[in-house]
T-cell receptor, first 111, second 113 residues
Framework: SQQGEEDPQALSIQEGENATMNCSYK?????LQWYRQNSGRGLVHLIL?????REKHSGRLRVTLDTSKKSSSLLITASRAADTASYFC???????????FGQGTRLTINP | EPEVTQTPSHQVTQMGQEVILRCVPI?????FYWYRQILGQKVEFLVS????????KSEIFDDQFSVERPDGSNFTLKIRSTKLEDSAMYFC???????????FGQGTRLTVV
């Protein structure tokens, strides 16, 4: 299978702290994307990082990709209550091929 | 901002009945997908569609499932004879071209009773 694990499965932190979530995968990939899902709702795209990129930023989000370790991390800085959601990484083999999702990390930001 | 829209948001159906889930992808997108998420589990790929034909399908996408793009804007998923285990959230997604982000709809929650 293409996808591995995300950890932690659940993370609870205080508002203002940073949150780090990790994703590992098993095969070579072309792109890795991070999505957010609020409870029972749709998937919101956060950021796409290509296999030849090592780091990418978008606002309070920082994504790293280590292809030698087949892993990625998502860092949310200065967390807010509105960041409470599940976060998923998804990989693809390039082109317009399907996304393979991880199990996700459930993030809770306590006010 | 353009978005993928799905209807209905929630559908309850009797086991054995046919259901059609509807999606309107972003208008200039060329690749279309259906995924599903059983409650509390990860999102799983069902099928991809390009140039009016299926590009790839998963093991889940058996003969009970079909997809269609009947009029150049809608993209539908039909389940011919629903089973209890088809209960899930179904997501439609589209992309403009390869190696770009996928945009997902809000999902249709299908409950088979």
């Amino acid at each position: 299978s293409q996808q591995g694990e995300e950890d932690p499965q659940a993370l609870s932190i205080q508002e203002g702290e940073n949150a780090t979530m990790n994703c590992s995968y098993k095969t070579s990939i072309n792109n890795l994307q991070w999505y957010r899902q609020n409870s029972g709702r749709g998937l919101v795209h956060l950021i796409l990082i290509r296999s030849n990129e090592r780091e990418k930023h978008s606002g309070r989000l920082r994504v790293t990709l280590d292809t030698s370790k087949k892993s990625s991390s998502l860092l949310i800085t200065a967390s807010r209550a509105a960041d409470t959601a599940s976060y998923f990484c998804a990989t693809d083999l390039g082109g317009a091929q399907k996304l393979v999702f991880g199990q996700g990390t459930r993030l809770t930001i306590n006010p | 901002e353009p978005e993928v829209t799905q209807t209905p948001s929630h559908q309850v159906t009797q086991m054995g009945q046919e259901v059609i889930l509807r999606c309107v992808p972003i208008s200039n997108h060329l690749y279309f997908y259906w995924y599903r998420q059983i409650l509390g589990q990860k999102v799983e790929f069902l099928v991809s569609f390009y140039n009016n034909e299926i590009s790839e399908k998963s093991e889940i996408f058996d003969d009970q499932f079909s997809v269609e793009r009947p009029d150049g804007s809608n993209f539908t998923l039909k389940i011919r004879s629903t089973k209890l285990e088809d209960s899930a959230m179904y997501f439609c997604a589209s992309i403009y071209r390869g190696n770009t982000e996928a945009f997902f709809g809000q999902g249709t929650r299908l409950t088979v009773v």
